[in-house]
């Protein structure tokens, strides 16, 4: 298994679908649900996690990336932190740079800094947008088009300062019922003409303009709540699916896609599923 290396590397990444060669992980061997932050954990609050069923899904799906020709680097966990598996929350890359975020749950906070420790000893070209919050799960790209989830998580005044930064990209605010906790676990961009999501979690008006910019495939209630919508896409029409979900592969498949299915049932009992645990830093 890949492992962090000591050499200097270059983030790039402008898309949610083009072939993804290098991203970033980290092992849940502290997973637990300690404070309720999402509907999801409210129902796995009593059963709570299975820490070495958790491990051993993780392990699997890092193997399925490596074998499929991903470059794994993987951040060492801290025991402080339950939710550290999500690592597509504590950072996303844009472009040339990987902004690091300003989490907004307490149990989260002090994440960042050990991913901007792993970028100072990999060399890696990045950002701080501290001072108003913003989390990954609320950040999807592509191409010169950003959208990003409004809710008590990533605020409007982070969405300013990131425009700040991004001059050159279109940014899209997207408001959302934020009881699904991130626009990714509603809203995700498989390819330059087709998106998953789910509706119900959206208003009329923002589901007509999606719809103008892509073929939307729906997600129904049952499969979002298994995190359906949060696939990784790793190129060539190449997807990574839980098999629970049978109608969203079911699509997936006729459209083309060739889906990867993993067994990630323990670890979306906390909220997040494939796009969640990883941050890409270089598509290509």
Same mark, same amino acid.
């Given at each position: 298994?890949? &492992?962090?290396?000591?050499?200097?590397?270059?983030?790039?990444?402008?898309?949610?679908?083009?072939?993804?060669?290098?991203?970033?992980?980290?092992?849940?061997?502290?997973?637990?649900?300690?404070?309720?932050? +999402?509907?999801?954990?409210?129902?796995?609050?009593?059963?709570?996690?299975?820490?070495?069923?958790?491990?051993?899904?993780?392990? &699997?799906?890092?193997?399925?990336?490596?074998? +499929?020709?991903?470059?794994?680097?993987?951040?060492?966990?801290?025991?402080?932190?339950?939710?550290?598996?999500?690592?597509?929350?504590?950072?996303?890359?844009?472009?040339?740079?990987?902004?690091?975020?300003?989490?907004?749950?307490?149990?989260?906070?002090?994440?960042?800094?050990?991913?901007?420790?792993?970028?100072?000893?990999?060399?890696? +070209?990045?950002?701080?947008?501290?001072?108003?919050?913003?989390?990954?799960?609320?950040?999807?790209?592509?191409?010169?088009?950003?959208?990003?989830?409004?809710?008590?998580?990533?605020?409007?005044?982070?969405?300013?300062?990131?425009?700040?930064?991004?001059?050159?990209?279109?940014?899209?605010?997207?408001?959302?019922?934020?009881?699904?906790?991130?626009?990714?676990?509603?809203?995700?961009?498989?390819?330059?003409?087709?998106?998953?999501?789910?509706?119900?979690?959206?208003?009329?008006?923002?589901?007509?303009?999606?719809?103008?910019?892509?073929?939307?495939?729906?997600?129904? %209630?049952? %499969?979002?709540?298994?995190?359906?919508?949060?696939?990784?896409?790793?190129?060539?029409?190449?997807?990574?699916?839980?098999?629970?979900?049978?109608?969203? +592969?079911?699509?997936? &498949?006729?459209?083309?896609?060739?889906?990867?299915?993993?067994?990630?049932?323990?670890?979306?009992?906390?909220?997040?599923?494939?796009?969640?645990?990883?941050?890409?830093?270089?598509?290509?």
């Amino acid at each position: 298994m890949a &492992t962090t290396t000591k050499e200097s590397l270059s983030a790039h990444s402008q898309s949610e679908y083009d072939p993804l060669r290098r991203v970033l992980l980290c092992p849940p061997r502290f997973m637990e649900i300690k404070d309720v932050i +999402n509907d999801v954990q409210k129902r796995y609050k009593d059963e709570n996690i299975d820490v070495d069923k958790a491990l051993h899904q993780h392990s &699997t799906f890092v193997q399925a990336l490596i074998e +499929n020709g991903v470059h794994t680097d993987l951040i060492e966990p801290t025991e402080k932190y339950p939710e550290q598996v999500f690592t597509r929350d504590i950072g996303f890359t844009i472009g040339d740079t990987v902004f690091i975020s300003e989490m907004a749950s307490d149990i989260r906070q002090g994440e960042e800094q050990e991913l901007e420790k792993w970028m100072e000893t990999h060399h890696v +070209n990045f950002k701080r947008l501290a001072g108003h919050r913003i989390e990954g799960g609320d950040v999807i790209i592509d191409r010169d088009t950003v959208f990003i989830g409004v809710s008590s998580r990533t605020s409007k005044k982070a969405i300013q300062k990131l425009q700040a930064e991004l001059r050159d990209f279109e940014i899209v605010p997207i408001s959302f019922n934020e009881k699904y906790l991130h626009l990714d676990c509603v809203f995700n961009i498989l390819s330059p003409t087709e998106a998953l999501i789910f509706p119900e979690a959206l208003d009329a008006a923002t589901v007509r303009m999606l719809a103008e910019r892509y073929t939307l495939i729906r997600v129904n %209630e049952k %499969e979002q709540f298994a995190l359906g919508t949060n696939v990784l896409s790793i190129g060539d029409r190449k997807v990574f699916s839980q098999p629970q979900n049978v109608q969203v +592969n079911k699509h997936l &498949t006729a459209r083309g896609f060739h889906v990867i299915e993993v067994d990630y049932s323990e670890i979306i009992k906390s909220g997040g599923a494939f796009r969640c645990c990883t941050m890409p830093l270089i598509r290509s």
